[in-house]
Protein backbone atom coordinates (compact mmCIF):
# COMPACT_ATOMS: atom_id res chain seq x y z
CA UNK A 1 0.00 0.00 0.00
CA UNK A 2 1.60 3.52 -0.76
CA UNK A 3 0.20 6.07 1.21
CA UNK A 4 -0.29 9.68 -0.28
CA UNK A 5 1.22 13.43 0.23
CA UNK A 6 -0.39 15.99 -0.48
CA UNK A 7 1.62 17.95 -3.10
CA UNK A 8 2.78 21.21 -2.10
CA UNK A 9 0.72 24.13 -3.68
CA UNK A 10 2.01 25.26 -6.97
CA UNK A 11 0.78 28.48 -9.06
CA UNK A 12 2.08 27.35 -12.55
CA UNK A 13 4.59 24.65 -13.40
CA UNK A 14 7.83 26.41 -15.38
CA UNK A 15 7.63 24.88 -18.57
CA UNK A 16 10.36 22.09 -19.11
CA UNK A 17 13.69 23.10 -21.37
CA UNK A 18 15.48 19.69 -21.16
CA UNK A 19 17.48 18.42 -24.15
CA UNK A 20 19.25 15.70 -25.22
CA UNK A 21 23.00 16.57 -24.49
CA UNK A 22 24.74 15.00 -21.09
CA UNK A 23 26.56 18.08 -19.69
CA UNK A 24 27.21 16.16 -16.36
CA UNK A 25 28.39 12.75 -15.54
CA UNK A 26 28.85 10.70 -12.46
CA UNK A 27 29.58 7.41 -12.80
CA UNK A 28 30.26 5.11 -9.34
CA UNK A 29 31.39 8.10 -7.11
CA UNK A 30 32.36 7.34 -3.75
CA UNK A 31 33.90 9.79 -1.48
CA UNK A 32 34.97 9.55 2.20
CA UNK A 33 35.84 12.43 5.12
CA UNK A 34 38.55 10.17 7.34
CA UNK A 35 37.22 6.68 7.50
CA UNK A 36 33.19 8.57 7.10
CA UNK A 37 31.86 7.15 3.69
CA UNK A 38 30.07 9.82 2.82
CA UNK A 39 29.30 9.41 -0.81
CA UNK A 40 28.24 5.82 -1.85
CA UNK A 41 28.63 4.70 -5.56
CA UNK A 42 26.91 7.55 -6.55
CA UNK A 43 25.75 7.60 -10.32
CA UNK A 44 23.84 10.79 -11.81
CA UNK A 45 23.67 11.90 -15.46
CA UNK A 46 22.36 15.35 -15.56
CA UNK A 47 21.35 17.17 -19.38
CA UNK A 48 21.54 19.77 -20.41
CA UNK A 49 18.97 22.72 -19.58
CA UNK A 50 17.39 19.96 -16.61
CA UNK A 51 16.83 21.42 -13.59
CA UNK A 52 17.35 18.90 -10.61
CA UNK A 53 16.38 19.29 -7.07
CA UNK A 54 18.26 17.18 -4.41
CA UNK A 55 16.96 16.81 -1.06
CA UNK A 56 17.25 14.46 1.77
CA UNK A 57 17.86 14.65 6.07
CA UNK A 58 20.82 16.92 6.83
CA UNK A 59 24.31 15.01 6.74
CA UNK A 60 22.89 12.58 3.92
CA UNK A 61 25.55 14.15 1.84
CA UNK A 62 23.67 16.08 -0.70
CA UNK A 63 25.71 19.39 0.12
CA UNK A 64 29.05 16.76 -0.45
CA UNK A 65 27.59 15.79 -3.95
CA UNK A 66 26.96 19.19 -5.37
CA UNK A 67 30.42 20.35 -4.41
CA UNK A 68 32.04 17.63 -5.78
CA UNK A 69 31.30 18.78 -9.09
CA UNK A 70 33.18 21.79 -9.13
CA UNK A 71 35.85 20.07 -7.01
CA UNK A 72 35.58 21.87 -3.98
CA UNK A 73 35.80 18.69 -2.00
CA UNK A 74 37.58 15.78 -3.34
CA UNK A 75 36.68 12.65 -4.59
CA UNK A 76 38.46 9.25 -4.16
CA UNK A 77 36.87 6.99 -6.68
CA UNK A 78 34.78 7.30 -9.74
CA UNK A 79 34.48 9.74 -12.83
CA UNK A 80 32.93 13.09 -12.82
CA UNK A 81 32.78 14.65 -16.50
CA UNK A 82 31.52 18.28 -16.82
CA UNK A 83 30.25 19.22 -20.75
CA UNK A 84 33.46 16.47 -21.47
CA UNK A 85 35.98 17.61 -19.53
CA UNK A 86 37.14 14.95 -16.48
CA UNK A 87 37.42 16.33 -13.06
CA UNK A 88 40.87 15.03 -12.28
CA UNK A 89 44.15 16.88 -10.26
CA UNK A 90 45.01 18.25 -14.09
CA UNK A 91 44.49 21.87 -12.71
CA UNK A 92 43.55 23.30 -16.47
CA UNK A 93 40.77 20.87 -16.57
CA UNK A 94 39.54 22.55 -13.12
CA UNK A 95 39.99 25.87 -14.00
CA UNK A 96 37.86 24.99 -17.54
CA UNK A 97 35.36 22.82 -14.81
CA UNK A 98 34.49 26.12 -12.55
CA UNK A 99 34.50 28.89 -15.59
CA UNK A 100 31.36 26.42 -16.73
CA UNK A 101 29.45 25.92 -13.25
CA UNK A 102 28.84 28.56 -11.38
CA UNK A 103 27.62 28.04 -7.80
CA UNK A 104 25.69 29.80 -4.93
CA UNK A 105 25.94 28.99 -0.76
CA UNK A 106 24.22 28.69 1.92
CA UNK A 107 26.25 31.62 3.42
CA UNK A 108 26.08 33.77 0.47
CA UNK A 109 30.06 34.15 0.71
CA UNK A 110 30.36 37.44 -0.71
CA UNK A 111 33.64 39.38 -0.78
CA UNK A 112 32.54 41.59 1.90
CA UNK A 113 35.38 44.48 1.19
CA UNK A 114 34.16 44.74 -2.56
CA UNK A 115 31.12 46.30 -3.63
CA UNK A 116 28.34 45.00 -5.49
CA UNK A 117 29.63 45.58 -8.56
CA UNK A 118 32.98 44.84 -7.83
CA UNK A 119 31.66 41.16 -6.33
CA UNK A 120 30.11 41.09 -9.92
CA UNK A 121 33.29 42.01 -12.26
CA UNK A 122 36.25 40.03 -9.99
CA UNK A 123 36.05 37.23 -11.68
CA UNK A 124 35.16 38.02 -15.51
CA UNK A 125 37.97 40.72 -15.03
CA UNK A 126 40.82 38.15 -13.54
CA UNK A 127 39.40 35.31 -14.71
CA UNK A 128 38.17 35.87 -18.37
CA UNK A 129 40.34 38.89 -18.97
CA UNK A 130 37.42 41.21 -19.94
CA UNK A 131 38.25 44.78 -19.90
CA UNK A 132 36.31 46.07 -16.86
CA UNK A 133 33.77 48.43 -19.16
CA UNK A 134 32.39 45.54 -20.56
CA UNK A 135 32.28 43.23 -17.66
CA UNK A 136 30.40 46.10 -15.34
CA UNK A 137 27.60 46.24 -18.38
CA UNK A 138 27.37 42.71 -17.74
CA UNK A 139 27.13 42.73 -14.18
CA UNK A 140 24.85 45.57 -14.17
CA UNK A 141 22.75 43.58 -16.84
CA UNK A 142 22.27 40.83 -14.14
CA UNK A 143 21.96 42.79 -11.55
CA UNK A 144 18.78 44.40 -13.16
CA UNK A 145 17.84 40.84 -14.21
CA UNK A 146 17.96 39.89 -10.18
CA UNK A 147 16.16 43.05 -9.45
CA UNK A 148 18.58 44.97 -7.49
CA UNK A 149 20.23 47.49 -9.76
CA UNK A 150 20.28 49.97 -7.85
CA UNK A 151 22.73 48.46 -4.93
CA UNK A 152 25.61 48.03 -7.29
CA UNK A 153 27.68 50.64 -5.25
CA UNK A 154 26.68 49.52 -1.89
CA UNK A 155 28.97 47.32 0.66
CA UNK A 156 27.32 43.60 0.65
CA UNK A 157 27.10 44.16 4.41
CA UNK A 158 24.51 46.81 3.70
CA UNK A 159 21.92 44.39 2.44
CA UNK A 160 19.65 42.08 3.76
CA UNK A 161 19.84 38.51 3.27
CA UNK A 162 17.69 37.77 0.64
CA UNK A 163 18.78 40.92 -1.53
CA UNK A 164 23.11 39.57 -0.87
CA UNK A 165 21.62 35.98 -2.00
CA UNK A 166 20.67 37.44 -5.06
CA UNK A 167 23.78 39.48 -5.78
CA UNK A 168 25.70 35.98 -5.53
CA UNK A 169 23.32 34.58 -8.05
CA UNK A 170 24.11 37.55 -10.21
CA UNK A 171 27.58 37.25 -9.20
CA UNK A 172 27.72 33.53 -10.60
CA UNK A 173 25.69 34.24 -13.46
CA UNK A 174 28.17 36.94 -14.52
CA UNK A 175 30.79 34.15 -15.71
CA UNK A 176 27.97 32.84 -18.02
CA UNK A 177 28.10 29.32 -16.50
CA UNK A 178 26.52 26.70 -18.55
CA UNK A 179 25.31 24.59 -14.87
CA UNK A 180 24.27 26.64 -11.49
CA UNK A 181 24.82 24.76 -8.39
CA UNK A 182 22.26 26.01 -5.36
CA UNK A 183 23.78 24.56 -2.12
CA UNK A 184 20.73 25.71 -0.15
CA UNK A 185 20.37 28.84 -0.88
CA UNK A 186 17.80 30.11 1.34
CA UNK A 187 18.40 27.82 4.18
CA UNK A 188 20.13 31.08 6.07
CA UNK A 189 17.54 33.86 4.93
CA UNK A 190 14.63 35.07 7.14
CA UNK A 191 11.38 33.31 6.33
CA UNK A 192 10.36 36.96 4.93
CA UNK A 193 13.28 36.82 2.28
CA UNK A 194 13.17 33.13 1.05
CA UNK A 195 10.64 34.23 -1.79
CA UNK A 196 12.28 36.77 -3.29
CA UNK A 197 15.10 34.25 -3.63
CA UNK A 198 13.26 31.25 -4.97
CA UNK A 199 11.28 33.85 -7.46
CA UNK A 200 14.65 34.72 -8.83
CA UNK A 201 15.43 31.25 -9.29
CA UNK A 202 12.94 30.49 -10.94
CA UNK A 203 13.19 33.32 -13.10
CA UNK A 204 16.34 31.26 -14.04
CA UNK A 205 15.33 28.30 -14.49
CA UNK A 206 12.31 29.74 -16.83
CA UNK A 207 15.47 30.87 -19.39
CA UNK A 208 16.74 27.28 -19.28
CA UNK A 209 19.82 27.32 -17.09
CA UNK A 210 20.80 24.02 -16.03
CA UNK A 211 20.49 23.84 -12.40
CA UNK A 212 21.41 21.40 -9.32
CA UNK A 213 19.78 22.97 -6.47
CA UNK A 214 19.85 21.25 -2.53
CA UNK A 215 17.19 22.64 -1.08
CA UNK A 216 14.26 21.75 1.45
CA UNK A 217 11.77 24.19 -0.73
CA UNK A 218 9.40 21.76 -1.53
CA UNK A 219 6.93 24.08 -3.35
CA UNK A 220 9.77 25.07 -5.49
CA UNK A 221 11.20 21.44 -6.20
CA UNK A 222 7.45 20.75 -7.46
CA UNK A 223 6.87 24.15 -9.72
CA UNK A 224 10.69 23.82 -11.29
CA UNK A 225 12.07 20.62 -11.01
CA UNK A 226 12.29 17.89 -13.47
CA UNK A 227 13.74 15.42 -10.96
CA UNK A 228 13.88 15.32 -7.45
CA UNK A 229 16.82 13.40 -5.87
CA UNK A 230 16.60 12.28 -2.30
CA UNK A 231 19.61 11.12 -0.72
CA UNK A 232 20.16 9.03 2.56
CA UNK A 233 23.14 8.11 4.04
CA UNK A 234 25.56 9.02 1.48
CA UNK A 235 23.19 7.53 -0.64
CA UNK A 236 20.72 8.33 -3.97
CA UNK A 237 17.71 6.65 -2.08
CA UNK A 238 15.20 7.91 -4.89
CA UNK A 239 14.74 9.86 -7.80
CA UNK A 240 11.71 11.07 -10.17
CA UNK A 241 9.42 13.95 -11.51
CA UNK A 242 8.25 15.80 -8.37
CA UNK A 243 4.42 14.70 -9.27
CA UNK A 244 5.44 11.13 -8.97
CA UNK A 245 7.88 11.62 -5.91
CA UNK A 246 5.55 13.58 -3.88
CA UNK A 247 2.52 11.92 -5.04
CA UNK A 248 4.02 8.02 -5.05
CA UNK A 249 7.42 7.53 -3.40
CA UNK A 250 8.54 4.60 -3.33
CA UNK A 251 10.76 4.00 -0.51
CA UNK A 252 9.66 3.75 3.16
CA UNK A 253 12.85 6.26 3.83
CA UNK A 254 11.13 8.85 1.07
CA UNK A 255 7.71 8.42 2.81
CA UNK A 256 9.28 9.11 6.51
CA UNK A 257 10.95 12.18 5.20
CA UNK A 258 8.16 13.60 3.35
CA UNK A 259 5.97 12.95 5.99
CA UNK A 260 8.44 14.84 8.17
CA UNK A 261 8.72 18.18 6.28
CA UNK A 262 5.61 18.41 5.07
CA UNK A 263 3.58 17.63 7.77
CA UNK A 264 3.08 21.16 8.62
CA UNK B 1 -18.67 38.12 12.57
CA UNK B 2 -17.69 40.54 10.42
CA UNK B 3 -14.60 40.59 8.72
CA UNK B 4 -12.60 44.18 8.79
CA UNK B 5 -9.16 45.13 8.14
CA UNK B 6 -7.55 47.56 10.88
CA UNK B 7 -5.46 49.98 9.02
CA UNK B 8 -2.45 50.22 10.97
CA UNK B 9 -0.69 53.33 11.91
CA UNK B 10 3.03 52.92 12.97
CA UNK B 11 4.08 55.70 16.35
CA UNK B 12 5.45 58.18 15.34
CA UNK B 13 9.83 58.11 17.19
CA UNK B 14 10.34 60.38 19.53
CA UNK B 15 13.26 61.96 21.20
CA UNK B 16 15.16 60.19 23.93
CA UNK B 17 14.83 61.50 27.50
CA UNK B 18 17.51 64.99 28.13
CA UNK B 19 19.64 62.75 30.02
CA UNK B 20 20.64 60.64 27.38
CA UNK B 21 21.81 62.97 25.35
CA UNK B 22 24.13 66.10 24.79
CA UNK B 23 26.96 67.54 27.30
CA UNK B 24 24.78 66.92 30.16
CA UNK B 25 23.71 63.29 28.99
CA UNK B 26 27.27 62.79 28.19
CA UNK B 27 28.67 64.36 31.45
CA UNK B 28 26.04 62.30 33.86
CA UNK B 29 26.76 58.97 32.19
CA UNK B 30 30.30 59.28 32.10
CA UNK B 31 31.59 60.88 34.78
CA UNK B 32 28.92 60.97 37.68
CA UNK B 33 26.71 57.96 37.06
CA UNK B 34 27.54 56.18 40.66
CA UNK B 35 29.32 57.28 43.56
CA UNK B 36 32.25 54.95 42.68
CA UNK B 37 31.97 56.97 39.55
CA UNK B 38 31.95 60.51 40.88
CA UNK B 39 34.90 59.36 43.27
CA UNK B 40 36.83 58.53 40.52
CA UNK B 41 36.58 61.75 38.54
CA UNK B 42 37.86 63.57 41.98
CA UNK B 43 40.36 61.86 41.87
CA UNK B 44 41.04 62.07 38.45
CA UNK B 45 41.23 66.07 38.47
CA UNK B 46 43.12 66.28 41.78
CA UNK B 47 45.69 63.97 39.63
CA UNK B 48 45.99 66.25 36.86
CA UNK B 49 45.55 69.26 39.22
CA UNK B 50 48.84 68.50 40.77
CA UNK B 51 50.48 66.83 37.61
CA UNK B 52 49.88 69.50 34.66
CA UNK B 53 50.55 72.26 35.90
CA UNK B 54 54.72 71.37 37.32
CA UNK B 55 55.27 69.69 33.48
CA UNK B 56 54.01 72.52 31.61
CA UNK B 57 56.42 74.86 34.12
CA UNK B 58 59.02 73.06 33.17
CA UNK B 59 58.58 72.38 29.70
CA UNK B 60 57.49 75.68 28.31
CA UNK B 61 56.78 78.26 31.13
CA UNK B 62 60.23 78.36 33.11
CA UNK B 63 62.42 77.03 30.73
CA UNK B 64 65.01 79.01 28.47
CA UNK B 65 65.79 79.27 24.48
CA UNK B 66 67.89 81.73 24.24
CA UNK B 67 71.57 82.06 23.75
CA UNK B 68 73.83 79.34 23.29
CA UNK B 69 75.73 78.04 26.40
CA UNK B 70 74.31 76.17 29.56
CA UNK B 71 75.27 79.23 31.94
CA UNK B 72 71.86 80.59 30.34
CA UNK B 73 70.18 78.31 31.89
CA UNK B 74 70.89 78.49 35.64
CA UNK B 75 68.48 79.23 37.98
CA UNK B 76 65.85 79.02 36.08
CA UNK B 77 63.91 75.96 37.30
CA UNK B 78 62.85 75.15 33.89
CA UNK B 79 64.45 72.93 30.43
CA UNK B 80 67.68 74.17 29.40
CA UNK B 81 65.99 74.03 25.28
CA UNK B 82 69.62 75.89 24.32
CA UNK B 83 71.32 72.44 24.68
CA UNK B 84 68.44 71.05 21.91
CA UNK B 85 68.63 74.15 20.14
CA UNK B 86 72.96 74.47 19.33
CA UNK B 87 72.97 70.66 18.89
CA UNK B 88 69.60 70.18 17.26
CA UNK B 89 71.34 69.96 13.19
CA UNK B 90 73.27 66.76 14.65
CA UNK B 91 69.96 65.35 16.51
CA UNK B 92 68.61 65.48 13.04
CA UNK B 93 71.38 64.38 10.74
CA UNK B 94 74.31 62.79 12.84
CA UNK B 95 77.78 63.80 11.29
CA UNK B 96 76.30 64.52 7.97
CA UNK B 97 77.91 66.88 6.76
CA UNK B 98 76.08 70.29 6.31
CA UNK B 99 76.93 71.15 3.14
CA UNK B 100 74.97 67.90 1.94
CA UNK B 101 72.24 68.13 3.63
CA UNK B 102 69.90 69.15 1.21
CA UNK B 103 70.36 65.84 -0.32
CA UNK B 104 68.42 64.58 2.97
CA UNK B 105 65.73 67.12 3.27
CA UNK B 106 65.11 66.88 -1.00
CA UNK B 107 64.95 62.91 -0.53
CA UNK B 108 62.30 63.12 2.39
CA UNK B 109 60.76 65.78 0.55
CA UNK B 110 60.26 63.76 -2.36
CA UNK B 111 59.22 60.92 -0.09
CA UNK B 112 56.64 62.61 1.75
CA UNK B 113 54.58 64.02 -1.08
CA UNK B 114 55.03 61.01 -2.66
CA UNK B 115 52.97 59.24 0.12
CA UNK B 116 50.33 62.00 0.25
CA UNK B 117 48.05 60.59 -2.78
CA UNK B 118 48.56 57.11 -1.62
CA UNK B 119 48.25 57.58 2.28
CA UNK B 120 44.84 59.92 1.68
CA UNK B 121 43.34 58.03 -1.52
CA UNK B 122 40.15 59.04 -0.79
CA UNK B 123 40.39 62.23 -0.52
CA UNK B 124 38.89 65.08 -2.37
CA UNK B 125 42.75 66.41 -3.15
CA UNK B 126 43.71 63.39 -4.53
CA UNK B 127 40.63 61.43 -6.03
CA UNK B 128 41.27 62.80 -9.40
CA UNK B 129 44.92 61.88 -8.96
CA UNK B 130 45.16 58.71 -11.63
CA UNK B 131 48.56 57.54 -11.69
CA UNK B 132 48.44 56.06 -8.01
CA UNK B 133 49.65 52.60 -9.29
CA UNK B 134 52.49 54.23 -10.86
CA UNK B 135 53.50 56.06 -8.01
CA UNK B 136 53.32 53.29 -6.00
CA UNK B 137 55.43 51.08 -7.73
CA UNK B 138 57.97 54.14 -8.22
CA UNK B 139 57.61 54.53 -4.36
CA UNK B 140 58.24 50.96 -3.47
CA UNK B 141 60.80 49.84 -6.15
CA UNK B 142 62.50 53.05 -7.83
CA UNK B 143 62.34 55.22 -4.81
CA UNK B 144 64.75 53.28 -2.54
CA UNK B 145 67.63 53.15 -4.89
CA UNK B 146 67.60 56.49 -6.10
CA UNK B 147 67.26 57.47 -2.09
CA UNK B 148 70.52 55.71 -1.72
CA UNK B 149 72.44 57.25 -4.09
CA UNK B 150 71.44 60.91 -2.74
CA UNK B 151 72.10 59.81 0.56
CA UNK B 152 75.56 57.94 -0.33
CA UNK B 153 76.41 59.92 -3.01
CA UNK B 154 79.73 59.30 -5.53
CA UNK B 155 77.17 60.14 -8.66
CA UNK B 156 76.30 63.69 -10.56
CA UNK B 157 79.58 65.23 -8.79
CA UNK B 158 77.98 64.65 -5.14
CA UNK B 159 80.52 63.39 -2.77
CA UNK B 160 80.29 60.64 -1.15
CA UNK B 161 79.02 60.67 2.64
CA UNK B 162 80.13 57.10 4.06
CA UNK B 163 76.96 55.81 6.33
CA UNK B 164 79.15 55.93 9.28
CA UNK B 165 78.45 59.70 9.37
CA UNK B 166 75.15 58.70 9.37
CA UNK B 167 73.22 59.74 11.99
CA UNK B 168 70.36 60.61 13.84
CA UNK B 169 67.04 61.17 13.42
CA UNK B 170 67.76 60.87 9.63
CA UNK B 171 69.53 57.10 10.44
CA UNK B 172 66.36 56.30 12.58
CA UNK B 173 63.82 57.08 9.75
CA UNK B 174 66.37 55.01 7.39
CA UNK B 175 65.78 51.98 9.42
CA UNK B 176 62.35 52.22 10.38
CA UNK B 177 61.03 53.27 7.42
CA UNK B 178 63.37 50.10 5.52
CA UNK B 179 62.03 47.92 8.26
CA UNK B 180 58.43 48.62 7.86
CA UNK B 181 58.47 48.62 4.11
CA UNK B 182 60.44 45.29 3.56
CA UNK B 183 58.93 43.42 6.62
CA UNK B 184 55.13 43.73 5.57
CA UNK B 185 55.75 41.85 1.93
CA UNK B 186 57.68 39.65 3.52
CA UNK B 187 55.01 39.28 6.72
CA UNK B 188 52.66 38.30 3.64
CA UNK B 189 54.38 35.74 2.31
CA UNK B 190 55.93 34.14 5.79
CA UNK B 191 52.51 34.24 6.62
CA UNK B 192 50.94 32.27 3.08
CA UNK B 193 54.21 29.74 3.30
CA UNK B 194 53.12 28.54 7.15
CA UNK B 195 49.55 27.92 5.71
CA UNK B 196 50.70 26.32 2.78
CA UNK B 197 49.96 22.74 2.03
CA UNK B 198 53.64 22.31 0.40
CA UNK B 199 55.91 20.64 3.93
CA UNK B 200 58.88 21.94 2.91
CA UNK B 201 57.90 25.88 2.48
CA UNK B 202 55.63 25.15 5.28
CA UNK B 203 58.91 23.88 7.41
CA UNK B 204 61.16 26.56 6.51
CA UNK B 205 58.66 29.37 6.83
CA UNK B 206 57.59 27.54 10.39
CA UNK B 207 61.64 27.21 10.80
CA UNK B 208 62.38 30.81 9.96
CA UNK B 209 59.62 31.96 11.92
CA UNK B 210 60.15 30.49 15.43
CA UNK B 211 63.92 30.80 15.22
CA UNK B 212 63.62 34.97 14.57
CA UNK B 213 61.00 35.47 17.16
CA UNK B 214 62.68 33.32 19.92
CA UNK B 215 66.16 35.12 19.98
CA UNK B 216 66.19 39.21 21.03
CA UNK B 217 66.46 41.75 18.19
CA UNK B 218 70.14 42.66 19.63
CA UNK B 219 71.24 39.73 19.56
CA UNK B 220 70.34 39.05 16.02
CA UNK B 221 71.69 43.13 15.01
CA UNK B 222 74.78 42.00 16.98
CA UNK B 223 75.08 38.51 14.77
CA UNK B 224 74.46 40.62 12.00
CA UNK B 225 77.30 43.14 13.17
CA UNK B 226 79.96 40.39 14.21
CA UNK B 227 79.12 37.05 13.58
CA UNK B 228 78.68 37.42 10.06
CA UNK B 229 81.64 38.99 8.77
CA UNK B 230 83.28 36.06 10.54
CA UNK B 231 81.58 33.39 7.65
CA UNK B 232 82.17 35.86 5.47
CA UNK B 233 85.93 35.14 3.04
CA UNK B 234 88.45 37.76 3.57
CA UNK B 235 87.64 40.85 1.65
CA UNK B 236 83.82 40.39 1.14
CA UNK B 237 82.76 42.89 3.80
CA UNK B 238 78.49 43.63 4.11
CA UNK B 239 78.11 47.13 4.76
CA UNK B 240 77.50 47.51 8.83
CA UNK B 241 74.31 49.86 7.81
CA UNK B 242 73.08 47.40 5.10
CA UNK B 243 73.59 44.32 7.50
CA UNK B 244 71.46 46.23 10.43
CA UNK B 245 68.62 47.38 7.70
CA UNK B 246 68.73 43.20 6.57
CA UNK B 247 68.24 42.05 10.59
CA UNK B 248 66.11 44.74 11.35
CA UNK B 249 63.77 43.80 8.08
CA UNK B 250 64.08 40.07 8.80
CA UNK B 251 63.08 40.78 12.14
CA UNK B 252 60.25 42.54 11.69
CA UNK B 253 58.54 39.91 9.41
CA UNK B 254 58.68 36.96 11.06
CA UNK B 255 56.23 39.07 14.00
CA UNK B 256 54.32 40.86 10.78
CA UNK B 257 54.09 37.15 9.67
CA UNK B 258 52.06 35.59 12.61
CA UNK B 259 50.15 38.68 12.94
CA UNK B 260 49.02 38.37 9.00
CA UNK B 261 48.56 34.65 9.95
CA UNK B 262 45.77 35.41 13.19
CA UNK B 263 44.62 37.92 10.33
CA UNK B 264 44.07 34.84 7.50
CA UNK B 265 42.19 32.71 10.41
CA UNK B 266 39.78 34.94 10.58
CA UNK B 267 38.85 34.88 7.21
CA UNK B 268 35.50 31.87 6.55
CA UNK B 269 36.25 29.00 4.31
CA UNK B 270 33.67 30.29 2.57
CA UNK B 271 35.38 33.25 0.86
CA UNK B 272 37.85 31.05 -0.16
CA UNK B 273 35.51 28.37 -1.90
CA UNK B 274 33.33 31.52 -3.75
CA UNK B 275 36.69 32.83 -5.05
CA UNK B 276 37.86 29.24 -6.09
CA UNK B 277 34.53 27.99 -7.45
CA UNK B 278 34.92 31.10 -9.78
CA UNK B 279 37.87 30.11 -11.39
CA UNK B 280 40.42 32.23 -9.28
CA UNK B 281 43.90 30.58 -9.17
CA UNK B 282 45.50 30.31 -5.80
CA UNK B 283 47.67 33.85 -5.70
CA UNK B 284 44.44 35.79 -7.36
CA UNK B 285 41.91 34.50 -4.48
CA UNK B 286 45.10 35.43 -2.35
CA UNK B 287 45.69 38.70 -3.61
CA UNK B 288 42.03 39.60 -4.22
CA UNK B 289 39.81 38.28 -1.87
CA UNK B 290 41.59 37.12 1.06
CA UNK B 291 44.25 38.97 1.97
CA UNK B 292 43.11 42.42 1.60
CA UNK B 293 40.35 41.18 4.05
CA UNK B 294 42.74 40.06 6.55
CA UNK B 295 45.40 42.37 6.56
CA UNK B 296 42.47 44.96 6.76
CA UNK B 297 41.31 42.87 9.93
CA UNK B 298 44.47 43.18 11.41
CA UNK B 299 45.62 46.73 10.58
CA UNK B 300 45.94 47.67 14.68
CA UNK B 301 48.25 44.73 15.55
CA UNK B 302 50.30 45.37 12.11
CA UNK B 303 50.53 49.17 13.03
CA UNK B 304 51.11 48.37 16.95
CA UNK B 305 54.25 45.69 15.33
CA UNK B 306 55.66 48.87 13.22
CA UNK B 307 55.27 51.61 16.40
CA UNK B 308 57.57 48.60 18.29
CA UNK B 309 59.98 48.31 15.37
CA UNK B 310 60.23 51.97 15.25
CA UNK B 311 60.98 52.14 18.86
CA UNK B 312 63.37 49.35 18.60
CA UNK B 313 65.23 50.84 16.17
CA UNK B 314 67.23 52.84 19.26
CA UNK B 315 69.09 49.36 19.64
CA UNK B 316 71.31 49.75 16.95
CA UNK B 317 73.58 51.59 19.62
CA UNK B 318 74.56 47.98 20.26
CA UNK B 319 76.32 47.75 17.09
CA UNK B 320 78.11 51.41 17.27
CA UNK B 321 75.15 53.62 15.16
CA UNK B 322 74.18 56.93 15.89
CA UNK B 323 70.52 56.93 15.42
CA UNK B 324 68.75 59.91 16.87
CA UNK B 325 68.78 57.96 21.02
CA UNK B 326 72.41 57.19 21.13
CA UNK B 327 73.12 60.87 19.26
CA UNK B 328 71.51 62.54 22.09
CA UNK B 329 73.21 60.47 25.20
CA UNK B 330 76.49 60.89 23.47
CA UNK B 331 75.87 64.84 23.25
CA UNK B 332 74.59 64.77 26.28
CA UNK B 333 77.89 63.24 27.84
CA UNK B 334 80.00 66.16 26.33
CA UNK B 335 81.35 68.47 29.32
CA UNK B 336 79.84 71.70 28.10
CA UNK B 337 76.24 70.42 28.23
CA UNK B 338 76.84 68.25 31.18
CA UNK B 339 73.79 67.52 33.80
CA UNK B 340 71.42 67.88 30.46
CA UNK B 341 70.23 64.66 29.43
CA UNK B 342 67.07 65.21 30.91
CA UNK B 343 66.16 67.88 28.57
CA UNK B 344 68.07 65.73 25.59
CA UNK B 345 65.36 62.48 26.65
CA UNK B 346 62.59 64.57 26.95
CA UNK B 347 63.28 65.86 23.23
CA UNK B 348 63.66 62.53 22.11
CA UNK B 349 60.71 61.55 24.22
CA UNK B 350 58.62 64.05 22.41
CA UNK B 351 59.82 63.17 18.63
CA UNK B 352 59.35 59.38 19.23
CA UNK B 353 55.78 60.50 20.48
CA UNK B 354 55.14 62.52 17.24
CA UNK B 355 55.90 60.03 15.34
CA UNK B 356 54.29 57.25 16.99
CA UNK B 357 50.91 58.53 17.84
CA UNK B 358 51.09 59.48 14.06
CA UNK B 359 51.13 56.07 12.92
CA UNK B 360 48.49 54.97 15.51
CA UNK B 361 46.19 58.20 14.77
CA UNK B 362 46.89 57.40 10.63
CA UNK B 363 45.94 53.15 11.67
CA UNK B 364 42.90 54.20 12.90
CA UNK B 365 41.97 56.57 9.67
CA UNK B 366 42.61 53.46 7.80
CA UNK B 367 40.29 51.29 9.49
CA UNK B 368 37.49 53.55 9.76
CA UNK B 369 38.07 54.24 5.53
CA UNK B 370 38.19 50.59 5.03
CA UNK B 371 35.31 50.23 7.42
CA UNK B 372 32.47 48.16 5.02
CA UNK B 373 30.14 46.51 7.01
CA UNK B 374 26.69 48.22 8.34
Same mark, same amino acid.
Given at each position: MSEQFEAPQTTSQVASSITNEVVIQMLDVNKWYGRFHVLKDINLTVMRGERIVVCGPSGSGKSTLIRCINRLEEHQEGDIIVDGVTLNDDIRNLDAIRQEVGMVFQSFNLFPHLTVLQNCTLAPIWVKKMPKGEAEEIAMKFLTRVRIPEQADKYPGQLSGGQQQRVAIARSLCMNPNVMLF???????DPEMISEVLDTMVDLAAEGMTMIVVTHEMGFANKVADRVIFMDRGEIVEQAPPQEFFNNPKSDRTKLFLSQILSH | MAETTAHHIPKPDREPPGSYVGVRGWIMQNLLSSPLNVFMTLLGIVFLWYSVPPLLNWLIFNATIS? /??? /???????????VFVKIRFNQFMYGFYPSEEQWRINLTFAVLFIGMLPLMFWDSKLFRGFRYKRELAVFLLFIFPFLAGFMFYGGVFGMPVVETSQWGGLFLTLIIAITGIVASLPLGVLLALGRRSNMPVIKMLCIGFIELVRAVPLITVLFMASVMIPLFLPEGVNFNKLVRALIAVALFSAAYSAETIRGGLQSIPKGQYEAAASMGLSYWKMMGLVVMPQALKAVIPGIVSGFIGLFKDTTLVLIIGLFDVLNIVRAASQDPKWFGLAVEGYAFTAILFFVFCFGMSQYSIFLEKKLHTGH
Open positions: DEPTSAL | G /DTR /DNCIGTGGACW
